[in-house]
T-cell receptor
């Protein structure tokens, strides 16, 4: 089954404790992206990657890091989480197409709480 | 500034009562518009892509249309299982294919 898999689904952590949210896709998509979703603010892009070793900042990159060493994986790293990073996080992937972009497939989400 | 606006924010319908959701956009060089459905606590699920004004796509009780300034998602004779938040999004290609999302319309269909 074609899918984007995120782990964990739920995570409660303390301020300052480094964490990684994993994301993996099995569709051989070039393009991957991380979004956070907050009430009243909608979905906002954190980082994106157009292919292996190519990453760039989205709208709200502060406090986050990413890496793209393999095509299928795109982990999100919070080196020193703070309470304002409490949110619902989604990873997404798509076939990169300059003309249309294709349809994005989203993961099931990771609900992160930082206390 | 690239922007996507959806209305209404929330819509309550009785089962069988047809209606429409609106998505208006201001982007330079539209290269497609996506509609997604999102259930609470889950990731958005892709519904449609529309590429040019006049285009229409249908899936079960849903029909999406596109003009030069807006898109509509028409829901015909909705059922309770159609209750969800519906999101529209526009890709921005001079920024690495980023999606700009609207705030969504939360649809509730009562039996």
């Amino acid at each position: 089954e074609a899918q984007v898999t995120q782990n964990p689904r739920y995570l409660i952590t303390v301020t300052g404790k480094k964490l990684t949210v994993t994301c993996s896709q099995n569709m051989n998509h070039e393009y991957m992206s991380w979004y956070r979703q907050d009430p009243g603010l909608g979905l906002r892009q954190i980082y994106y990657s157009m292919n292996v070793e190519v990453t760039d900042k989205g709208d709200v990159p502060e406090g986050y890091k990413v890496s793209r060493k393999e095509k299928r994986n795109f982990p999100l790293i919070l080196e020193s989480p703070s309470p304002n990073q409490t949110s619902l996080y989604f990873c997404a992937s798509s076939r990169y197409d300059r003309g249309t972009g294709g349809g994005y497939t989203f993961g099931s989400g990771t609900r992160l709480t930082v206390v | 500034e690239d922007q996507v606006t959806q209305s209404p924010e929330a819509l309550r319908l009785q089962e069988g009562e047809s209606s429409s959701l609106n998505c208006s956009y201001t982007v330079s060089g539209l290269r497609g518009l996506f509609w997604y459905r999102q259930d609470p606590g889950k990731g958005p699920e892709f519904l449609f892509t529309l590429y040019s004004a006049g285009e229409e796509k249908e899936k079960e009780r849903l029909k999406a249309t596109l003009t030069k300034k807006e898109s509509f998602l028409h829901i015909t004779a909705p059922k309770p299982e159609d209750s969800a938040t519906y999101l529209c999004a526009v890709p921005i290609y001079n920024q690495g294919g980023k999606l700009i999302f609207g705030q969504g319309t939360e649809l509730s269909v009562k039996p």
